[in-house]
């Protein structure tokens, strides 16, 4: 069982968007401001989409937002496109000695 | 460009140890801390530890800890994870990854963001 709790999956058609959240506890993801996306298509290695809650790496598409309140975190992604399918995981920087804790990740469809 | 290049995929007995590297090209190995994630087949992603390349500092996920450990090459600038005591349940594809900020930058949870990550390496762990 993973630290952070995502809904297994949500989906979209193109053009919409969509929120996936992440919920964690006072000792990881709301206790610290830490958090990560992670986009994974199949086969693939993860993909660093979001970091310390909202911001975006060089090259990632302002389509991709992050946000967090309390002990739950969500990334939304505004006109879906096909390219957008795959996993995605939420990761909280944590105080216990795992010290990264990592969701079960969502699937994306889109449809 | 920056590239981690890993080693290929290993089968392993139950009890077994594995060695597998991480070959960082287009950067300097001890400007970032480098991290291991394993991911096993369907599930999840699981973080195992960090090593500071310029010191050989290490801290490991209490689950692995006694198990794992990180070692860094810096004349080939090459990172190694040397897994022990492996079980079925270790059957799992393992990255290594870089941290974002870098060793000047980041600070206690911020250095906790990977944004270049390796290949990954099965390892079947199997009778």
């Known amino acids: 069982q993973s630290a952070l709790t995502q809904p297994a999956s949500v989906s979209g058609s193109p053009g919409q968007s969509i929120t996936i959240s992440c919920t964690g506890t006072?000792?990881?993801?709301?206790?610290?401001?830490?958090v990560s996306w992670y986009q994974q298509h199949p086969g693939k290695a993860p993909k660093l989409m979001i970091y310390?809650?909202?911001n975006r790496p060089s090259g990632i598409s302002n389509r991709f937002s992050g946000s967090k309140s309390g002990n739950t975190a969500s990334l939304t992604i505004s006109g879906l496109q096909a390219e957008d399918e795959g996993d995605y995981y939420c990761?909280?920087?944590?105080?216990?000695?795992?010290?990264?804790?990592f969701g079960g990740g969502t699937k994306l469809t889109v449809l | 460009q920056v590239q981690l290049v890993q080693s290929g995929a290993e089968v392993k007995m139950p009890g077994a140890s594995v060695k597998v590297s991480c070959k960082a090209s287009g950067y300097t190995l001890t400007n970032y801390y480098m991290h291991w994630v394993r991911q096993a087949p369907g599930q999840g992603l699981e973080w195992m530890g960090i090593i500071n390349p310029s010191g050989g500092g290490t801290a490991y996920a209490q689950k692995f800890q006694g198990r794992v450990t990180l070692t860094t090459d810096t004349s080939t600038s090459t990172v190694y994870m040397e897994f022990s005591s492996l079980r079925s349940e270790d059957t799992a594809v393992y990255y290594c990854a870089r941290d974002l900020l870098g060793l000047r930058y980041c600070s206690g949870g911020s250095c906790y963001s990977f944004d270049y990550w390796g290949q990954g390496t099965l390892v079947t762990v199997s009778s």
């Open positions: 990761s909280s920087y944590t105080s216990t000695g795992t010290r990264v804790v």
């Open positions: 006072s000792s990881d993801l709301g206790g610290y401001n830490y």
């Open positions: 310390d809650v909202s």
